[in-house]
């Protein structure tokens, strides 16, 4: 009697097994499919906002520590040349700091951009394995983003100074006779730098979750990225 009840035990256990996995392989919607890439994306931002937006988080990851444009870099060796070495030095050490707090600010807008995200491509990204979901979004969304993350940006320079320091060095450079007058647009320069961060930052969390389960933090996320899984080649 106790072999037979062990039997219907494992029997329940396999059954059960059964449609969990049924469950979890079955194809997703397309409201799945794009709930989950919408949750992904968002678990992406927002970690890549977090880690980007600590303090130093730029300045010292020599991968995406912001320096000058490269026509500045002239301005930079003449004045350093002249003396201002140190003032240079600010002024880069004030670009990354600007670009962290600027990332801070950003968070919403990136939010924002991935809940609005069309269900029209949703089941193509999904399938489409490593860092097509932020590739889509960079297509999509990085006109608009950079519309709206640059004001962000001249806000987070403009309060820790970098126009203020920037302005007298180029100044003092542009006084020198007989040389090409320079006027970098460094607030389109750092919005190019920290956004490229923070989408290489959003790709790496999506291979992230395409490559572990374990990463995969909501039931609609499970779903859709374990029917992924089966599509590999």
């Known amino acids: ?28 919607t397309s409201s799945e499919a794009a709930g989950g890439l919408k949750d992904a994306l ?3 931002f927002g970690k890549g906002v977090d ?25 930079a060796n003449k004045l350093t040349d002249l003396g201002f070495g140190g003032e240079v030095d600010k ?24 809940k609005n995200m069309s269900f029209s491509d949703a089941m193509g990204i999904l399938t489409g394995g490593k860092g097509s979901a932020t590739n889509y979004l960079k297509q999509t969304t990085t ?3 950079t519309a709206s993350f640059r004001p962000e940006i001249q806000k987070a320079l403009d309060q820790v100074g970098v126009t203020k ?10 006084s020198i006779p007989f040389i090409t007058k320079l006027n970098p647009d460094l607030n389109a320069h750092v919005t190019e730098k920290a956004l490229a961060a923070l989408f290489s930052k959003v790709e790496t969390e999506e291979n ?17 990225f374990a029917y992924a899984d089966t599509q590999k080649k």
């Not at 002024?91 to 991935?114: D, Q, R, Y």
């Not at 992230?208 to 990463?215: E, G, L, M, Q, Y």
């Open 165 to 174: 320091l920037w302005t007298p060095l180029v100044n003092q450079y542009n």
């Open 51 to 75: 880690a980007l937006s600590l303090k130093g988080a730029f300045s010292s990851n020599s991968l995406i520590k912001i320096l000058l444009p490269s026509d500045a870099q002239t301005i």
């Open 143 to 145: 006109t608009a983003l």
């Open 91 to 114: 002024v880069i050490s004030k670009l990354n700091e600007g670009a962290e707090n600027a990332v801070s600010t950003a968070k919403p807008i990136f939010l924002s951009a991935v």
């Open 208 to 224: 992230a979750i395409r490559d572990n389960p374990i990463n995969r933090a909501t039931d609609l996320m499970k779903k859709a």
């Open 42 to 44: 968002s678990q992406g």
């Open 1 to 28: 009697m106790a072999i037979v009840c062990v039997n219907i035990v494992a029997c329940d256990v396999l059954n059960e097994a059964g449609k969990v996995a049924s469950n979890v392989l079955a194809v997703p």
